[in-house]
């Protein structure tokens, strides 16, 4: 087994296999979306033809949704996703954003939330793409008066209740819409035909992965992921590689690697935060180039699928550093990446 070149072709990171922003994100089941100006390239350089203008046209029409929900931090899902995923994910998600508040001394009472919610529904509904700028404005004309963490707080809590999701795309802010008009009405599935989804999801686009893996990826508890696992059946199957054992789908796809190739991976994307252990593609001795011990995450250039270095996207010109040898394809790739934003 060749993990780097697996992981390289189920993420569709080699070979892509999806022309639709929309179609690439729902493949996946959900992408970390922490970056707002980066979280579009993420998804753009999987697809056959990476395009700003689609990945935009795909937002804005609410096929790609974003919002808090695993592990409490920014994902994108697909929008016929994202009820399923927010009844499996939020009780989760809500404990672990109190755990937060909790240690920043903050307390929002229901009482509080109740005042605050419909004022939030009532400003996306007028503006359509409300940012948080204008949520604060509309409270303190009702004369509530936050600051911003508390503020960002009541977002949150108003996204894993399914009242707001995102809005519009603009350069740089984030904005909100109702729900109910971005994505629509809500719809149940049964619990475990949505946890067998996210499995096979997930395995399908990261394997080979483990176990743990999967665990930290999800933020569910263990006791769901092996459920999972076993709802996925014959679906996934073990190989044991260098003592650890992976998870295998039955349509894991192997052909279309080639070596030479240089990736420009933007921060906090999935090739690196979709596992616990990311040493098969990162060498540990240069873990810190690639992200800090507070979950901070830099764009990282892959040559061979294997983390060789820094770049940067913001530059006019191509900015690229090694740690690990050096790459005639780099510019091929600036150009690409520059592409995308032209188109």
């Not at 892509?16 to 729902?26: C, D, E, I, T």
């Not at 629509?184 to 475990?192: E, H, Y």
């Not at 873990?287 to 270095?309: C, E, K, T, Y």
Request: aromatic share 10%; hydrophobic share 40%; proline share 5%.
């Amino acid at each position: 087994m060749n993990p780097v070149a697996l992981r390289l072709l189920n993420q569709q990171l080699a070979a892509p296999q999806f022309a639709s922003p929309a179609a690439l994100v729902g493949y996946m089941g959900a992408m970390q979306a922490q970056e707002y100006r980066m979280m579009r390239w993420a998804v753009a350089m999987r697809t056959t033809k990476p395009s700003a203008k689609a990945f935009k046209k795909a937002f804005d029409s609410g096929r790609i949704v974003r919002l808090h929900l695993m592990r409490g931090t920014w994902q994108l899902v697909a929008a016929e996703d994202y009820w399923p995923l927010l009844d499996l994910c939020a009780p989760k998600a809500w404990s672990v954003i109190k755990g937060w508040m909790s240690a920043n001394k903050i307390l929002i009472p229901n009482a509080e939330s109740n005042q605050v919610r419909p004022v939030f529904e009532q400003t996306a509904s007028k503006l359509l793409s409300a940012t948080k700028e204008d949520f604060a404005q509309a409270l303190a004309e009702r004369g509530i008066i936050m600051d911003d963490h508390r503020l960002s707080y009541h977002i949150r809590i108003a996204e894993l209740a399914g009242v707001l999701c995102s809005g519009d795309l603009l350069p740089m802010k984030a904005t909100y819409s109702l729900t109910a008009d971005k994505v629509g009405p809500k719809r149940t599935v049964d619990r475990d035909e949505v946890l067998t989804m996210l499995t096979r999801k997930y395995f399908r686009s990261r394997q080979p992965a483990t176990l743990e893996d999967f665990v930290w990826w999800s933020g569910l508890n263990i006791g769901d992921c092996r459920r999972g696992i076993a709802l996925a059946g014959d679906y996934l199957h073990l190989v044991k590689w260098q003592g650890r054992e992976f998870y295998l789908t039955d349509d894991c796809r192997t052909r279309g690697f080639r070596t030479g190739k240089c990736l420009f991976i933007p921060p906090y994307d999935e090739y690196l935060i979709g596992y616990k252990s990311r040493d098969i593609v990162l060498p540990s001795e240069h873990s810190h180039r690639a992200h800090n011990n507070s979950g901070i995450f830099q764009p990282v250039l892959a040559l061979d699928g294997i983390i060789s270095g820094n770049w940067a996207p913001f530059g006019s010109d191509c900015q690229a550093s090694f740690f690990l040898g050096g790459h005639e394809d780099v510019q091929k790739e600036w150009n690409r990446y520059r592409d995308f934003l032209a188109r």
